[in-house]
């Protein structure tokens, strides 16, 4: 934001020579039926009214100007979406004007162009994308294939916890999460760990955090047309050298996944089944009759997808879950009960028991709720149509805020507060279909790895409550000390502080690793 700050300065400076683009800006408005709208500053337009967390900002205009506010980010226009009923009508009803994403300066680079599968635009790639991702890349036959590659990573991140017990040490919870979640999403992909032992595998995972750093920055050239050919930030070194980076790794590694493929046809006449993501998608990529011809673009696209969206979201929702359930020691010990009940005190809890423990579900639900990782869901129309009554012209960004959605006072009862017993044996869909609860997005363009991130977040949460108890800071206070539960900046929802605890061992249910 301190940047952002700067620049705004400097466009401010400008308006003396810009004034009249504000009278030509008022009487372009005049000749639609657009949704309410605040009163918008020349130039920047109503990016001053964004805040440093813009889900939360823009909560509070809806309150004052209803669930549908048209607004401009710049010179983009935008609509706000802040209820279950219009994002009803715009993600359902009005679904198909709005399948594209918005294109942005900082994505599509790092993106090749779009080449990837979550920014790619509706048409015959995606529609091939959506249905290899359901029936290979994350379908359930794959997902069950890499069971014991979550059961093993798991159990090696339950040890490092251990380790820190044993030694009455505070550990950065949130980070050891990510480093479970890279480790997993690693392992799938290309057999290998982001371990300090494997400098390779480490690289991706740096690089890889660097990339989703600056696809979030807030980029000029997106949101004002006189700043498309211009590089004020001094973004487009960045990009280029972490790109560069990205494309010498993923480069070796394709490589050598291409050598070990071929070593392996010659030693046999079958050939051999694809092992990870990566052998699927060169086994589309060298299939020269498939219905789309993918490029090394396409593969290293999909990989990054695979460590941008699934890394984070996964390690933000189960630390956000800890750090509610550190300050509600009643709804721990409730979990902590079932978990004991259903899966006794001898082994660890494994994915198949998930099914047999709704509090824990409905726990994993009321932190989806309250800490969407996804709190903005970002499309752009494609052609004109009508919401509520109102127009919404082609080339217009969509922002369903999902966040004050999830907290919507006319749906929930005690919406602000963390209750998991609003979902007791509810059948409440999180996959889209209803409206007041939109964890993944919804329709189409939805998640494609719901289950493998449902799966991680519950069977890890439920191993942690199980096996450990946790105490705020250096433990010295006790579990009187409360966790803060400030949100920060981010795409992904993050803490505004991480999680620090100490651990303490409850039950020794795994092996040494």
């Not at 009487?27 to 130039?43: E, F």
């Amino acid at each position: 934001m301190r940047i952002f700050h700067e620049y705004l300065v400097l466009l401010l400076i400008w308006l003396v020579s810009f004034i009249l683009f504000r009278t030509i800006f008022s009487k372009t408005r005049t000749h639609r039926h657009l949704p309410p709208s605040p009163r918008a500053l020349p130039i920047i337009g109503h990016l001053h009214l964004l805040g440093r967390i813009p889900h939360q900002a823009l909560h509070k205009l809806s309150i004052r100007h209803g669930p549908l506010i048209h607004l401009y980010f710049g010179s983009k226009p935008c609509v706000v979406v802040s209820s279950p009923e219009m994002a009803r009508e715009c993600l359902k009803t009005h679904e198909m004007s709005f399948l594209n994403r918005p294109k942005m300066t900082n994505v599509d680079y790092l993106t090749y162009g779009s080449a990837d599968f979550v920014m790619a635009p509706y048409g015959p790639y995606w529609k091939f994308m959506k249905k290899l991702c359901m029936s290979e890349l994350l379908g359930g036959r794959i997902l069950d294939q890499n069971l014991p590659i979550r059961q093993e990573e798991i159990e090696r991140f339950l040890h490092v916890m251990l380790k820190k017990a044993y030694k009455g040490e505070q550990v950065d919870v949130g980070g050891e999460l990510v480093r479970l979640t890279n480790n997993i999403i690693s392992r799938m992909a290309f057999n290998r760990r982001c371990s300090v032992d494997d400098e390779e595998a480490h690289e991706v995972r740096e690089v890889l955090e660097e990339m989703c750093e600056l696809a979030g920055r807030f980029n000029f050239s997106d949101m004002f047309w006189f700043c498309k050919n211009l590089d004020l930030q001094g973004y487009a070194k960045r990009l280029k050298n972490v790109r560069d980076r990205y494309d010498k790794i993923m480069g070796r590694i394709i490589e050598e996944h291409e050598e070990a493929r071929r070593r392996k046809k010659n030693n046999s006449s079958k050939g051999g089944n694809a092992v990870n993501l990566l052998d699927i998608l060169l086994d589309i990529y060298e299939d020269q009759s498939s219905e789309i011809q993918f490029t090394r673009e396409n593969i290293k696209g999909f990989i990054m997808n695979m460590f941008g969206a699934g890394t984070d979201t996964s390690s933000v929702t189960i630390e956000w879950a800890l750090s509610e359930l550190i300050n509600r020691p009643n709804v721990m010990a409730r979990a902590r009960e079932e978990i004991d009940s259903i899966v006794g005190t001898n082994r660890l809890v494994t994915e198949s028991d998930i099914a047999n423990l709704p509090y824990l579900q409905a726990i994993v639900k009321e932190t989806l709720r309250l800490h969407p990782t996804g709190p903005m869901i970002a499309r752009e129309s494609t052609e004109h149509c009508t919401v509520n009554g109102y127009d919404i012209p082609a080339n217009t960004r969509l922002f369903v805020n999902v966040w004050a959605i999830n907290r919507d006072p006319k749906h929930w009862e005690e919406p602000l507060e963390f209750m998991p017993e609003r979902f007791w044996k509810s059948t409440l869909d999180m996959r889209g279909q209803n409206f007041q609860f939109l964890p993944f997005g919804s329709g189409r363009r939805s998640c494609p790895g719901t289950s493998l991130a449902l799966q991680v977040v519950h069977v890890t949460l439920a191993a942690v409550i199980q096996c450990f108890d946790w105490k705020v800071g250096d433990g010295a206070s006790g579990n009187d000390v409360r966790v803060e539960m400030e949100e920060g900046p981010g795409i992904s929802l993050p803490r505004a502080k991480p999680l620090v605890c100490v651990p303490s061992v409850r039950l020794r249910l795994f092996s040494s690793v």
